[in-house]
């Protein structure tokens, strides 16, 4: 009979003398108070238990223990705490079996690095990604796993964080025995038993040496990892603990636990842990419980730069495609646009050039006709951002498609409810905003009209899973969530730009940030004609009272100076380089501009440049969510993440207002409108939040 150790771990001896620790905390066995402490009473139970011989540690559902508990970060946690379950574990007089299946991530992988024995099932994966969360494995893991796999091993595994399947766990020597049964309680119990037979006892890991820790070794990946971390602190922290398994086990588990206290005072945790929870919590949405439609074929009208990206999404992620574009010769480019989408696979040999060939053959389709389009679960357009073009091809689409197909833009701006009227099935129509390269980046913005039917918003998120992509729920407005707000802050670095600041200093600035790279390096890599065109299209309606500051944006399109694409922007870019010293030309040109509209230059230090790039981010984006565009913060959270680059260690533009304080960026948003009160209009929200002495995560909850 099983005895209750807690709510969720139950004790149990076999007659010949295995102990069954097994846990049930659905659904990923994450190691909460309940877990540790049935895990606590169950050992001391254990070794006290004259009937057992040898333990084994078993998580029923679909995962051994998928690491500590998340939500319980930031609180106060009661005893036992995992870093004192693991010792005792480790520490058990008789033998210790960990039988790991699913994920055993984290503290799970701990549990099993503190156990004496390992085995786990040949697809499952193990892993210590506690560094995406801003912590070390600090039950532990940084002294444990470099005796099992090497220091070298350890500080990759630990740095990176990544799954490792158990089969290189295995090579790695983190684990003894694999097991391809599926049953992970029989193939333990098997172990247990084998190991009985031979005699076997505790083998405890922290007793073995670790040869390769050298302090050269720790030197080498401190300064690997300050190069690649971007301002992230985690990875440091790990190398650091990782550092103190050159020292006996227990001084190495004391450094380990004075790391893991660092840790847990640095803001950038608890930025991580939102980033972990808003990548799941941006799924729920009014939508969430309806069925999508059928997803199986997609056909893609245009094979431009997104329109190529897209069909190799879809079919990565199993889908049929068919792709049309205007004619033969477009046809050919597209079916080549995509093809090089592929390029660097078959390069890097993670696809061989038959598997390619094989998979467009099964999967893959073109046609200069729209008629191919009849039969397909989805369409999504990917033509020139121009409404009659839209409108053109949204009632030809109208006139082919099958019913009940969905219909979707892929427009970056335009309105998706006067796209959806020139149909007879507007309820069919929906927005889904992919971003370039769009078979890698991992946003993807899903435009809900106004007439859009509940279950054509569940097809769009669906489309998202099966693309592994982060969807986010938008609604119409122009340049919906990531690219409205983009735009006020490109205006804030334009009028900078215009009132003084050197354009370098401000990509300094925003890069100092986190930001892979600042605005007109961004500028430049898409492109300055797409924002002349886009400018130009609106000229006609711009608001008079509005500032124009653009004006040095146009010089540089009348020069030609379009970016990478000219070879010559901001930068330089001779010979097709990808990056470059900045175009020496352009300090005279600003000078010029700013003369013509008799502006004095005044200086802008990179604190003044960053206050006003953050004022404008959080009032625009506080506009964003107070007119309904955004579900809640937390969705500009992850579309700054998965579509703008915003550095993840600081969650997203509405975590990082809250974390400076809403009401400083209201009083700076209040100065900076003395000059200019019309850009500078505080967000209702914002000024409502302040008031009230509420956050933006108050509004995240519920
Ligand atoms: N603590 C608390 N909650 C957790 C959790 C953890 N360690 N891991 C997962 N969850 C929750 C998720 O938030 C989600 O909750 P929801 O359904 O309310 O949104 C639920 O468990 C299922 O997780 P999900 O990620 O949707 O399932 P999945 O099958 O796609 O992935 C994992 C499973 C385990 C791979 C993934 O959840 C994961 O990577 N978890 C974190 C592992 C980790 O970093 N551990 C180290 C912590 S120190
Ligand atoms: P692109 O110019 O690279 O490709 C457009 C393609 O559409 C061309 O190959 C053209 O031949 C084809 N086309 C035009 N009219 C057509 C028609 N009537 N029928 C069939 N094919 C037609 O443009 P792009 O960068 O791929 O942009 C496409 C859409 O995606 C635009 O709405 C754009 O705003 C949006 N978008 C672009 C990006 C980006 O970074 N480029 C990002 C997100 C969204």
Known sequence: MAEQMSDVVTYEVTEDGVAIIRADNPPVNALGYQNRLGLWNAIEKFDA????????????????????????????????????????????TK???????????????????????????????????????????????????????????????????????????????????????????????????????????????????????????????????????????????????VSACMLPIAEGLEAERAVSAKTHSDPQRPALVHAFFGERAVNKIPEAKVAPRKLETVGIIGGGTMGAGIAAAALNAGLSVVMVEMNAEAVARGEKNLRRNYASSVAKGRMTQAALDGMLEAKFSTSASYDALADVDLVIEAVFEKMEVKKEVFGKIDAIVREGAVLASNTSYLDVDEIAACTKRPQDVIGLHFFSPAHIMRLLEVVVGDKTAPDVVATGFQLAKMMKKVAVRAGVCDGFIGNRILGAYMKAANMMVEDGADPYEVDAAVRSFGYPMGPFQMGDLAGLDIGYFNRRGKDATRDPETRY?????????????????????????????????????????????????????????????????????????????????ALRPVDVDMTSLFGYGYPRWRGGPMHHADAVGLDVILNDIREFAKDDPKFWEPAPLLVKLVEEGRSFADLNKG
């Open 49 to 92: 238990d004259a009937t057992a011989k040898i333990a084994l540690v078993h998580c029923d559902g679909r995962t051994f223990f998928a690491g500590a508990d998340i939500s319980e970060f930031g609180g106060v946690r009661a005893d036992p705490l995992l870093p004192q379950v693991c010792d005792r574990y480790e520490a058990a």
């Open 95 to 241: 033998p210790v079996v960990a039988s790991m299946h699913g994920t055993s991530l984290g503290g799970g992988f701990e549990m099993g690095l503190a156990s004496h024995y390992r085995i786990a099932q040949k697809k499952s994966k193990v892993g210590l990604p506690e560094v995406h969360l801003g912590i070390i494995p600090g039950a532990g893991g940084t002294q444990r796993a470099p005796r099992v796999m090497g220091a070298a091993n350890a500080l990759e595994a630990i740095t990176t964080g990544r799954h490792m399947s158990a089969v290189e766990a295995h090579e790695l020597g983190a684990i003894d025995r694999l097991d391809d049964s599926g049953d992970p309680l029989a193939a333990g119990l098997a172990y247990c038993r084998e190991l009985l037979a031979e005699g076997a006892g505790p083998r405890r890991t922290g007793e073995r040496p670790v040869p390769d820790a050298t302090p050269e070794l720790f030197a080498e990946w401190t300064e690997k990892v300050k190069k690649t971390a971007k301002g992230q602190n985690s990875p440091l922290y790990c190398v650091e603990a």
């Open 549 to 629: 500051s653009e004006g040095f944006l146009d010089r540089m399109y009348e020069n030609g100076w379009l970016g990478q694409k000219t070879e010559k922007g901001f930068y330089d870019y001779a010979g097709g380089a990808r990056s470059g010293p900045p175009n020496p030309e352009i300090p005279a040109m600003i000078e010029a501009e700013r003369r013509k509209l008799g502006i004095n230059a005044k200086p802008f230090s990179r604190e003044d440049i960053l206050r006003r790039y953050i004022a404008a981010m959080t009032n625009e984006a506080a506009k964003v969510v107070g007119e309904g565009i």
